[in-house]
């Protein structure tokens, strides 16, 4: 062994969340990585997959089981992480024995009550140890805290926070994530709400939560660390919520439904189920999609005492959500290793590692992050919509989407499109030909919106735009009987149109039957110009037009 190399056992290596974090941590050089579980040939797998990819990596096995942890000593570890779960219901015996063993603990655990009761179990022995004992080193509480610090920099109250997580349908689920889920799925659970410290049932309240590049999906009320946390740490006046949500609704509200049960009374526990849900699930995920995500929003004022709006969001593709409840322990190591976490104590992992040391072992995979801020109360719907993006906005994109006056700017536009279907919807809904058109558009606002009128030459388009009900992040443009949703991001010179969902009248349509659009707004060379392109896989490009106006 390379001298000053630390000797950092895994615990639960071979698992769902262990073999992601046995990846990340495998490529420093100062350390070697001991993977340990109760079966070692699925250790092997993991060691030869890490062999493959990391070769210089110094690996070595061992079976050790965290309820008999006598053989932990033998070892001689520096740091000991466990991944394995779950951990409600757990007492504290395997951290104390970590420490005893006179090295570092780091866990994932998201179980409220197992972290509620970490550090008056664990401080006494972390500091006569000199050595740390971390828990909660994952999504919640790790990553959203570290999320909330950003958003709510500088701000003299916080009113409401709240925080989603919705993994992906395929995405593996390990047994013991499904029980950890159904052990409190109905029963009591107590929230700090409207102000005041109230009980619901868990997964109770199903409601469409709107992730960023994911879309809306149901959530429910879920009992994390972070209900206990996020009201202390973020001294909150109003809501401290967080919600987890499956991404099928047939699941969704299945788990729902079944968790009335318990909370009825007619059942005690809905545990016993583990293995019927798991299955269940694996059969259906083929419906699903390899995407999941998190949402972190706050609500408070920030240092001028302004009304603001947050929002911090995480969308991974491709199956590399499972890679995000790691990556926060990682995180944690790695600061153990470099020397920068201070004085040994024991504590969650809020406020250890910032936003960006957590995402740090998570940049070379397809996951995304966004940061949006802001004014509820600004006048106009896209100043609103665009937050702090709008000041710096060129003066002619402003004048014409401020929302406070009518606007009417004329110029030229050239329209295009498929024959066939496509040019008899255009035709019936006012849009033009092929060709360079005389264009004028006016907008005119209403209801907190605005109403659009475009004409084309002889032909008239009209559209209402508005503030989506229930999202403040989202609006929706309705051309009879469709209504689109969008978010409004930032573009060189001007903004975006980002497609998030439709519907024809109240009922909501699947993503998968809708067309591909794009919608730009700037300005150029001091000229206000527009792009908009509409296209279906089926029917070609419905509609597209672009055009010069002042």
Known sequence: MTAGS????????SGVFGRRLAAMIARWPDIVLVLAARDL?????????????????????????????????????????????????????????????????????????????FPAALDDAARAAGRW???????????????????????????????????????????????????????PVRVFAQGRWTTRPGWSGPRRTAFPGLGRRWTSLAETPDLDLLPARFHVRRDAVFRAGLELPV???????LSGLRWMGLVSTLEPLAVLL????????????DRGGMVVEAEGLDADGIHRLARWGLWAEAGAGPHTPAAPAAAVLRALLDGRLGQPRAAPCVGLVDLEAILRPLRDLPIRTGLE???????????????????????????????????TLTGQARGRGAPGLPALVRRLQGMPPAGLHATTVTIAPTDGGERWTRRFGDRTFGSVIRPTRGDPWTF??????????????????????????????????????????RARTFARDGVYRFRVLVAHPWLGVIFGYAGRLS
Do not use: M
């Open 6 to 13: 630390r000797r950092i056992v895994l615990v639960g290596a």
């Open 41 to 117: 040939s699925r250790l092997e797998a993991v060691a030869a997959d890490l062999a493959a990819t990391r070769p210089a990596a110094r690996i070595e096995l061992a079976r050790l089981d965290r309820l008999d942890p006598r053989g932990l000593p033998a070892l001689a570890p520096w740091a000991v992480i466990d991944a394995a779960g779950p951990f409600q219901g757990q007492d504290h015996a395997f951290p104390r024995a970590v420490l005893a063993a006179r090295a570092h603990y780091v866990d994932l655990a998201d179980a409220r009550d197992f972290v509620a009761g």
């Open 133 to 187: 004992a971390i828990t909660g080193a994952s999504s919640t509480p790790a990553l959203s805290h570290a999320a909330l610090d950003v958003l709510t920099a500088g701000w003299t109250r916080i009113d409401r926070v709240e925080a989603a997580i919705s993994p992906g349908a395929r995405a593996p689920r390990g047994l013991s994530v499904v029980r950890a889920i159904l052990a409190w799925a109905g029963a």
């Open 251 to 257: 699941l969704h509200l299945g788990l729902w439904a």
């Open 278 to 289: 798991s299955g269940a699930a694996g059969l259906v995920a083929p419906l699903g999609s």
């Open 373 to 407: 801020r802001q004014r509820p109360d600004a006048p106009g719907l896209f100043p609103r919509l665009l937050g702090e993006a709008w000041p710096v906005l060129p003066e002619g994109v402003r004048h014409a989407h401020a929302g406070v006056a009518p606007v």
């Open 476 to 517: 929706e443009e309705t051309v009879a009987p469709l209504t689109f949703r969008f978010t409004a991001a930032p573009y060189p010179g001007g903004f975006s149109w980002i497609f998030d969902g439709w519907r024809a009248g109240p009922l909501p349509l699947p993503r998968a039957w809708a067309p591909r659009v």
